[in-house]
C-alpha cells in the first residue's frame, strides 16, 4: 500500500510541477527518470548502462541494466557473451541489448540531492525552450507586464509567462520605474544565452509607436490608413507620416481623434512626448514640406541624386524650422530619408550672388573678356565653359547686345581654351603615368585621368578593379545624419549609372568578364522585376 502512495505521489508531483512551470507532463517524468537513473547508476556502479522507466499511468517505476551482445566480453559491466543471451532471448544477435531487470532501491541522502538537482536543471531547461518558443513569435508586438527589479537602470519585467529586459537606453529619459508598476513595451528582439531566452523590450523604438497608434485608431488596424515612417526623439518630439487608402478618410483628423482623444492616449503612454502626424505625399518636395511643420517654406531644390534637398525659409522661421538644438529639422529628415539643409532667404540670395560673381570671374579669366560680359554669360544661365564651346551658336547670338560676329568670337575663345586645358592636363597625364588605352572608355576625360593618376590608378586593369562607390563617393547614415565620403570624380558631374558603366568597360576590356556574363545579368534582373510585378499584381 505504501507503494503505491509513494507511486501517486510521485504523479501528483510531476503533474504540479507540469502546471507551474507550463510545460509537458512528460518532459517532467522524463527528468524523474534521468534522476533515478544518475542515482542508481551511483549505486550500482557509473559504468554500468542502466535505465530508468516510469510508468505514467500508474506511476511505477522499472529499473534495469541494459548489456550489449557481443562474441567476446571485454567488459562485464556493460556486455554479455552471445551464448548467455541466447539463454534469455532465442533470437539475440550481436549488437542487440539484453535488459536485466534490478531491484528497486532506496535513495540515500546523497543519492536524493543529486536526483533533485537533475530534475531541477531539466525543468529549467525545459521551461527556457518552451519561454523561448512562445516569445520568438512575438517579436513586433506590445506587452503588458509588472516590473519586477531595476536593475543598474535596468529594468526587469515579469511578462507572466516570462521575464524581459528593459535596458537603460531603451527606456523613456527621465522615466523612472519602481517594484510592482505596470509597463507596457514593444518586443524588438529574442535571443538564446547561456543563463537562458532574453526577451528584449524598447520603449523608445519607433514600431512602439507604430503599435500603440494601431492600438489606438480602428482605421489603422483595419488598413485604411497607413503609417508610412516615424522619426522620435523619446521622450520628447516625434513625427509620424500616415496616408489614407479611402480619399473620405482625412488621415491626420482620424490619428488626433475627437478633441485630440486618440493623439493623447499615445502622449500619456510615452511620457508626454509631443507627436506631430504628417499628411505623406510621393513628391519627396510636398513630402518634407509638410516634415518641418510648423515653420513655413518658402522654396525646395531638390538634388535627386544625392537626396539631398535645400529649403529656403523666411527669416523670422528659421529657429522655428531648425528648432530647438535642431530637433525639428532632424526628425524631418529622419522621417523623410532627406538630408536637409536650411538657410533663410537672406542666405540664399547671399550664396546665388557668390556663384554668379564666380561664373562672371571664370569666364572673364578664359574667354579673356571684361566683367559686362561676363556677367551677361552669367546671367543667361552659363555655369561652365563647355556649355559656352558646344551650345549652338544661335543661342549666344540671340542674347542682347550680342550678334553672331560677337557669338562667333566667344565660342572659338572657350574653344580654343578647352583645347589648353586638355593639352595641359594630357601633359600631366602621362607625367603620373596613367596609360592612354584608359581613354578609350566612354566618357573618360583627362581631367578624370589625372584624378585616377594621382590615387595611383594607371593601367586598365587598376580601374577595372574600381568600385563605382570609389569614383563618385558614398555616404553612410547613422542616428538620423548622413556623413558623406567623396570619391575621384566627385566634383566632375558623374552619375552613378555613368561610373558602373565605365568599370564594366574596363573589365570587359580586361577579360574579367564577357558579354554574354552581362547578358545572362541582365535576363535574370528581367526575371526578378517580372516576379515582383506579379507579385505587387
Known amino acids: 500500500m505504501a507503494v503505491s502512495a509513494n507511486r501517486l505521489e510521485l504523479l501528483q508531483i510531476a503533474d504540479a510541477v507540469a502546471r507551474e512551470k507550463v510545460i509537458d507532463r512528460e518532459i517532467v517524468l522524463a527528468a524523474m527518470a534521468d534522476a533515478i537513473q544518475k542515482a542508481a547508476r551511483s549505486r550500482y556502479g557509473t559504468e554500468s548502462n542502466i535505465q530508468a522507466d516510469i510508468n505514467p499511468k500508474t506511476g511505477e517505476i522499472r529499473l534495469q541494466r541494459l548489456l550489449e551482445v557481443v562474441e567476446k566480453v571485454e567488459d562485464y559491466a556493460t556486455q554479455i557473451a552471445l551464448e548467455l543471451a541466447r539463454d534469455r532471448n532465442v533470437d539475440a544477435k550481436i549488437g542487440d541489448f539484453i535488459a536485466d531487470p534490478l531491484p528497486p532501491m532506496d535513495f540515500g541522502r546523497i543519492a536524493a540531492q543529486s536526483a533533485k538537482q537533475v530534475i531541477v536543471q531539466k525543468v529549467r531547461e525545459a521551461e527556457r525552450d518552451r519561454q523561448f518558443e512562445e516569445f520568438k513569435d512575438r517579436i513586433g508586438e ?78 489603422i488596424y483595419d488598413g485604411i490608413i497607413q503609417i508610412k515612417s516615424v522619426a522620435r526623439d523619446p521622450g520628447s518630439r516625434a513625427k509620424i507620416a500616415v496616408i489614407s487608402n479611402d480619399s473620405s478618410i ?72 531648425i528648432g530647438r538644438r535642431g530637433q525639428n529639422v532632424r526628425l524631418a529628415s529622419q522621417l523623410t530619408g532627406w538630408d536637409i539643409d536650411i538657410m533663410t532667404e537672406a542666405e540664399e540670395s547671399e550664396r546665388r550672388q557668390k556663384e554668379f560673381n564666380e561664373r562672371s570671374k571664370l569666364f572673364m579669366d578664359a574667354l579673356d573678356v571684361d566683367e559686362m560680359v561676363g556677367q551677361v554669360l552669367a546671367s543667361e544661365g552659363f555655369a ?137 545579368e541582365s535576363d535574370a534582373e528581367a526575371l526578378d522585376e517580372a516576379g515582383d510585378a506579379e507579385q505587387d499584381a
Open 142 to 219: 506590445i506587452v503588458n507586464g509588472t516590473v519586477k527589479r531595476v536593475e543598474y537602470g535596468n529594468v526587469i519585467v515579469d511578462l507572466g509567462r516570462g521575464e524581459g529586459i528593459i535596458r537603460r537606453d531603451e527606456m523613456i529619459p527621465r522615466e523612472t520605474m519602481r517594484y510592482g508598476d505596470r509597463v507596457r513595451a514593444y518586443v524588438y528582439d529574442v535571443r538564446r544565452e547561456q543563463r537562458g531566452p532574453q526577451i528584449f523590450l524598447s520603449r523608445t523604438h519607433p514600431q512602439f509607436m507604430v503599435k500603440l497608434f494601431t492600438m489606438e485608431v480602428p482605421e
Open 250 to 321: 482625412d488621415p491626420v483628423g482620424a490619428c488626433v481623434g475627437m478633441r485630440g482623444s486618440r493623439v493623447q492616449a499615445v502622449v500619456g503612454e510615452l511620457q508626454g512626448e509631443k507627436i506631430d502626424i504628417i499628411p505623406w505625399s510621393p513628391d519627396p518636395a510636398s513630402f518634407i514640406v509638410n516634415a518641418l511643420q510648423p515653420a513655413e517654406v518658402a522654396k525646395v531644390v531638390l538634388d535627386e541624386d544625392a537626396e539631398r534637398i535645400e529649403v529656403v525659409v523666411p527669416d523670422e522661421h528659421l529657429s522655428l524650422a
Open 384 to 520: 561652365q565653359i563647355e556649355e559656352v564651346a558646344y551650345v549652338d551658336l544661335d543661342e549666344i547670338a540671340s542674347i542682347d547686345g550680342f550678334d553672331e560676329e560677337t557669338a562667333q568670337e566667344i565660342q572659338n575663345r572657350a574653344r580654343d581654351y578647352l583645347e589648353r586645358l586638355d593639352a595641359e592636363l594630357d601633359e600631366e597625364r602621362k607625367t603620373l603615368g596613367v596609360s592612354d588605352e584608359l581613354l578609350s572608355i566612354d566618357g573618360m576625360t583627362r581631367k578624370m585621368l589625372v584624378a585616377l593618376g594621382k590615387d595611383g590608378i594607371k593601367t586598365m586593369e587598376d580601374f577595372a578593379g574600381c568600385a563605382a562607390d570609389d569614383l563618385i563617393g558614398w555616404s553612410e547614415r547613422k542616428n538620423g545624419e548622413t556623413k558623406k565620403f567623396p570619391g575621384l570624380f566627385s566634383d566632375m558631374e558623374v552619375s552613378r549609372t555613368e561610373a558602373e558603366a565605365m568599370v564594366v568597360q574596363a573589365r570587359l576590356a580586361v577579360g574579367w568578364i564577357t558579354e554574354e556574363d552581362l547578358a545572362t
